[in-house]
């Protein structure tokens, strides 16, 4: 099995390899414009996944990196799904030290539930379309 390397590094990130997936064959981006997908990179903590130089993987958290974060774009190529890569590249994004101590840590699923409960995220009121990790008491002594 191939070993995945994920990055923070924007530097690193294949825009043409996010913005084709998240136009193309992505289920909730279908038709975004790249400038949009640019714009959301440069405002976002990005996680790329890669096989040697090769980008098969992203995620993007929108954050303070104080109270909240939002976990959105998380996908991996379709010719390498199977490798536990989305696993790695989940494991990554919230253990990442800039998303530690956050009270709402939020996403919103239709098909991963699985996944995403495997990292501490919970069903909240309205279980068909989103998922949490929820701390209401964090900031308590």
Request: with cysteine; proline share 4%.
């Amino acid at each position: 099995m191939p070993k995945l390397r994920v990055s923070t590094n924007k530097d690193e990130l294949d825009i043409s390899v996010v913005h084709q997936f998240l136009s193309q064959q992505s289920t909730w981006a279908r038709g975004i414009q790249r400038e949009l997908v640019e714009r959301s990179i440069e405002n976002s903590l990005c996680f790329g996944g890669y096989i040697g130089d090769q980008q098969v993987a992203f995620a993007r958290v929108i954050t303070d990196k104080a109270t909240f974060a939002n976990l959105v774009d998380v996908f991996v190529l379709p010719e390498f799904r199977g490798n536990d890569f989305s696993k790695i590249l989940i494991e990554k994004v919230v253990s990442h030290s800039e998303l530690q101590g956050l009270r709402r840590f939020t996403l919103v699923t239709t098909a991963a539930h699985t996944l995403y409960e495997q990292f501490g995220f919970q069903t909240p009121s309205k279980p068909e379309s989103m998922m949490e990790r929820f701390y209401p008491d964090i900031y308590q002594p």
